[in-house]
């Protein structure tokens, strides 16, 4: 038996996966798990089947978004994914867990392996396109979901301020490391338009997304303003009704 890389094990194949896409970012509060969601609901639109596996599993927002509440169920084939109300296959921890405000009190060993049992044992049946919301940061679970699912590629998620774009970097880094293609650079809350007079207020500074995407030699996806209607739908679980262009850009540059 030949012996793998430390960076190299072998990925289990899910064979109706067609492509899968992993967002992430190098620290948390920038908005990743918002992206992520806009991607799947922007791919769902151009008639993909699409499905978010949920991997940030101290901090799942993706069920709340989606407006979507505990109750899956097992089939022949493994545990089944739930589904929105347009039909995005999502599977994450707040959706097995008796009360969605219970904290998951996991070491790293422990949530990298519910990861992997998201990929082997869900079924999820025939998708176009899986977005894994990965989170914030480079250590073991990106690490697990890196080393175990076969990706295309990975999105990754900054804003403004000069800390996030210095993590991003690392990010940026991890993924050459690990030899997975970064698909681009989407710079979140990037200013605020004011209702009033539609002058651009830059609360965390000037945009830097595009330099940093030149200068890491990935595409720039886009510059995503704060939007009161995306927190709101977010709250709201209807952010399938946010009309958004994220997934065309996505993919347009790739």
């Known amino acids: 038996m030949n012996q793998q890389n430390a960076f190299e094990p072998e990925k289990n194949a899910q064979p109706g996966v067609k492509h899968v896409i992993a967002v992430m970012s190098g620290k948390g509060g920038v908005g990743k798990s918002s992206v992520t969601a806009l991607l799947?609901?922007?791919?769902?639109?151009?008639?993909?089947?699409?499905?978010?596996?949920?991997?940030?599993?101290?901090?799942?927002?993706?069920?709340?978004?989606?407006?979507?509440?505990?109750?899956?169920?097992?089939?022949?084939?493994?545990?089944?994914?739930?589904?929105?109300?347009?039909?995005?296959?999502?599977?994450?921890?707040?959706?097995?867990?008796?009360?969605?405000?219970?904290?998951?009190?996991?070491r790293g060993p422990l949530i990298g392996a519910t990861v992997k049992q998201f990929w082997e044992e869900v079924d999820w049946g025939d998708l176009d396109y899986l977005f894994i919301d990965l989170p914030p940061g480079t250590a073991d679970a990106p690490l697990t979901v890196m080393q175990s699912i076969p990706l295309d590629g990975l999105v990754i998620v900054t804003s403004p301020q000069e800390l996030t774009l210095m993590v991003v970097r690392k990010a940026v880094k991890m993924a050459r490391k690990m030899e997975i293609p970064v698909l681009g650079l989407v710079e979140n809350m990037s200013g605020l338009l004011c209702p009033h007079c539609s002058r651009k207020i830059e609360i965390f500074g000037p945009s830097k997304g595009r330099e940093v995407a030149e200068e890491a030699g990935v595409p720039f996806l886009a510059s995503l303003p704060l939007d009161q209607r995306l927190a709101e739908y977010c709250d709201e679980g209807r952010i399938e009704e946010y009309e958004t262009d994220l997934f065309k850009t996505l993919l347009a540059q790739n």
């Open 40 to 106: 799947a609901v922007g791919s769902h639109r151009e008639g993909y089947q699409t499905g978010i596996l949920d991997a940030d599993i101290t901090g799942p927002s993706i069920p709340k978004m989606f407006g979507l509440k505990a109750g899956t169920f097992t089939g022949a084939n493994g545990l089944l994914p739930l589904e929105t109300a347009a039909g995005i296959k999502v599977m994450s921890l707040n959706l097995l867990l008796p009360n969605e405000d219970d904290p998951v009190i996991w």
